[in-house]
C-alpha cells in the first residue's frame, strides 16, 4: 500500500484533481469505479464525461507517512493554481470511515440513526431481539432466497481460496485417514 498524494490529470488540459490516501491503490480503484458509474466528485466527472476516461491519468505525486498525508495534501493544493483543480474545495474530508467514536455518537444522536462502528446497546440489542421474536418466512419467501442462492458459478481462483481456507477442518468430512 502506498501512502501518500496523488493526481488525476486530464492530459489535454492540465488540470488535475489532487487527493491524499493511506492507500493510493484502492483510492484510485474507487474513483475509477465512481467516474465510470457518473459519481465522480462534480468537476472531475464532468470532466471525465466530455474527454474520456483514455485522457486522464493517476500519478503518485509524493509518498509520506501516514500522520502527514493530510498536511502534504494541503501543501498540493497551495503548489498550483486553484483554477486548474478539479477539486471542490481546499479541504481535506479525510475520507469515509475516519470520524471518531464520539463524533459518530454525536451524529446518531442527532439524526436517530445508527452510524457504523457505534456498538449497540444491551438495550437496544433486546429491542431487536424482541422486535424479530416469533417472525418466520413464507415458504414462499424461503424460497425465493433459496432460489437466488443457487446457480452461482465460482471462479478458480475462489474456489482455492475457499478451499485454503478449509484446510485443516474436518468438520462435515467422514473420517478420513490419510
Not at 481546499?90 to 452510524?115: C, F, H, N, Q, Y
Amino acid at each position: 500500500m502506498t501512502c501518500g498524494v496523488y493526481s488525476i490529470r486530464n492530459v489535454l488540459t492540465g488540470d488535475q484533481y489532487i487527493g491524499s490516501s493511506v492507500s493510493i491503490e484502492s483510492r484510485w480503484a474507487c474513483h475509477k469505479s465512481g467516474l465510470k458509474r457518473g459519481n465522480g466528485s462534480k468537476h472531475l466527472q464532468r470532466a471525465w464525461n466530455k474527454y474520456g476516461e483514455e485522457n486522464f491519468i493517476f500519478e503518485v505525486l509524493e509518498e509520506c507517512e501516514q500522520e502527514c498525508v493530510r498536511q502534504l495534501e494541503l501543501e498540493y493544493f497551495d503548489k498550483f493554481e486553484w483554477t486548474s483543480l478539479y477539486n471542490l474545495s481546499k479541504k481535506t474530508t479525510g475520507g469515509r470511515g475516519e470520524l471518531s467514536a464520539e463524533a459518530r455518537a454525536r451524529i446518531a444522536e442527532a439524526t436517530g440513526k445508527r452510524v457504523r462502528g457505534v456498538p449497540l446497546s444491551e438495550e437496544h440489542k433486546q429491542k431487536i431481539g424482541k422486535a424479530h421474536k416469533g417472525k418466520h418466512l413464507s415458504e414462499e419467501h424461503r424460497k425465493k432466497v433459496g432460489d437466488s442462492k443457487r446457480g452461482g458459478k465460482l471462479t478458480p481462483e475462489h474456489r482455492a481460496k475457499i478451499s485454503k481456507s478449509l484446510e485443516g477442518n474436518q468438520r462435515g468430512r467422514k473420517n478420513k485417514h490419510v
